[in-house]
T-cell receptor, first 113, second 113 residues
Framework: EPEVTQTPSHQVTQMGQEVILRCVPI?????FYWYRQILGQKVEFLVS????????KSEIFDDQFSVERPDGSNFTLKIRSTKLEDSAMYFC???????????FGDGTRLSIL | TQLLEQSPQFLSIQEGENLTVYCNSS?????LQWYRQEPGEGPVLLVT?????EVKKLKRLTFQFGDARKDSSLHITAAQPGDTGLYLC?????????????FGKGTLLTVNP
């Protein structure tokens, strides 16, 4: 069964550095999402992306964050000048069309030191 | 801001018992998904309910969407140790353009042999 794949599984970065989290959505999917889950808390929406542009973003998704679909397969989340509070699991999700459910990757654990 | 409240937060039962997990909101959702999440992995989709009053069955799991599409329940019959895990409900927001998901905090189920 097709899966959403995310790399790396674990990223350790010094505070202030930039990180890029990578996702390969399911191949025929058109809608893409990033969520994060801080340890012990619920999964929170960050951003949705469709037709090569951001459709919606949450209050969390400030100027520090950006997303990109650089080619036909990858969907990336860039975090500039990371802060300690950015430490979390980051999940990528995709769906085929608006009437279908979202499918999630296994996440990237981001640890900011 | 839409909120989903799940109860109970923790549930520990013996193999063979039945259980019900609840997901409640004051908001109406266009659809509601139930996911199961294992430690270190992403949420895995169990079911989507769309129509108010809808009931779906997945082997020993029965999912119900409230008539007003504000609440849902998950009932497990004759629970087995393999059912142990974190169960998440997530509502799809029809107010946005691409139906971002609002998650509950989850119910951590432990089924003891």
């Amino acid at each position: 069964e097709p899966e959403v794949t995310q790399t790396p599984s674990h990223q350790v970065t010094q505070m202030g550095q930039e990180v890029i989290l990578r996702c390969v959505p399911i191949s025929n999917h058109l809608y893409f999402y990033w969520y994060r889950q801080i340890l012990g808390q619920k999964v929170e929406f960050l951003v949705s992306f469709y037709n090569n542009e951001i459709s919606e973003k949450s209050e969390i998704f400030d100027d520090q964050f950006s997303v990109e679909r650089p080619d036909g397969s990858n969907f990336t989340l860039k975090i500039r000048s990371t802060k300690l509070e950015d430490s979390a699991m980051y999940f990528c999700a995709s769906k085929r069309d608006n009437n279908q459910p979202q499918h999630f990757g296994d996440g990237t654990r981001l640890s900011i030191l | 801001t839409q909120l989903l409240e799940q109860s109970p937060q923790f549930l520990s039962i013996q193999e063979g018992e039945n259980l019900t997990v609840y997901c409640n909101s004051s908001s109406v959702f266009s659809s509601l998904q139930w996911y199961r999440q294992e430690p270190g992995e992403g949420p895995v989709l169990l079911v989507t309910v769309v129509t108010g009053g809808e009931v779906k069955k997945l082997k020993r799991l029965t999912f119900q969407f409230g008539d007003a599409r504000k609440d849902s329940s998950l009932h497990i019959t004759a629970a087995q140790p393999g059912d142990t895990g974190l169960y998440l409900c997530a509502g799809a927001d029809s107010g946005g353009s691409n139906y971002k998901l609002t998650f509950g905090k989850g119910t951590l189920l432990t089924v003891n042999p």
